[in-house]
T-cell receptor, first 108, second 114 residues
């Protein structure tokens, strides 16, 4: 079955601390993976996708096919990073399968 | 950022009533999607459409219906057959499917039962 697992519902860190939001997937083919973010009172929006291999707002995510993971990382968290983060899998490019999301709280 | 407009923002349904949620986009996107969001469950796909006059069931299509008569519009009807309709509904669009283009989301509609 195709599935995305985000084991943490809530992750709390202090400003300046490193952040890692975990995402594991279940898919037998070559996955396309994404991170979406929803800031308070804003729409859900794309943060980054693995195919681009880019850093957005200091966040990076590396696809690890051996561990079937796509963890989101940032070396130094900022208060404005507080948001809801969703990992998503696109098996065939025609739809997204979302994880349950992780709420990141960054304290000053 | 008016790309995708969902209306109404809040909607109430009586028992046995069908209600329709509106989704309009002016991004000239081919593909449109409807998701349901429940607390602790993330987003689950209800229906999606890759082109006008065509649509496919998602993971939780039972009790819902859609139409795609125009490229810019993808309304979702929650029928009386949907026994647990209380949820937050999100509409999204992307430029085309099969290419992993990012999906753009609306502000959502919150549906509650009277």
């Amino acid at each position: 079955a195709q599935r995305v697992t985000q084991p943490e519902k809530l992750l709390s860190v202090f400003k300046g601390a490193p952040v890692e939001l975990k995402c594991n997937y279940s898919y037998s083919g070559s996955p396309e993976l994404f991170w979406y973010v929803q800031y308070s009172r804003q729409r859900l929006q794309l943060l980054l996708r693995h195919i681009s291999r880019e850093s957005i707002k200091g966040f990076t995510a590396d696809l690890n096919k051996g561990e079937t993971s796509f963890h989101l990382k940032k070396p130094f968290a900022q208060e404005e990073d507080s948001a809801m983060y969703y990992c998503a899998l696109s098996p065939l490019g025609d739809k997204l399968i979302f994880g349950t999301g992780t709420r990141l709280q960054v304290f000053p | 950022d008016g790309g995708i407009t969902q209306s109404p923002k809040y909607l109430f349904r009586k028992e046995g009533q069908n209600v329709t949620l509106s989704c309009e986009q002016n991004l000239n996107h081919d593909a449109m999607y409807w998701y349901r969001q429940d607390p602790g469950q993330g987003l689950r796909l209800i229906y999606y459409s890759q082109i006008v006059n065509d649509f496919q069931k998602g993971d939780i299509a039972e009790g819902y219906s859609v139409s795609r008569e125009k490229k810019e519009s993808f309304p979702l009807t929650v029928t009386s057959a949907q026994k647990n309709p209380t949820a937050f509904y999100l509409c999204a669009s992307s430029s085309r499917t099969g290419s992993n283009q990012p999906q753009h989301f609306g502000d959502g509609t919150r549906l509650s039962i009277l």
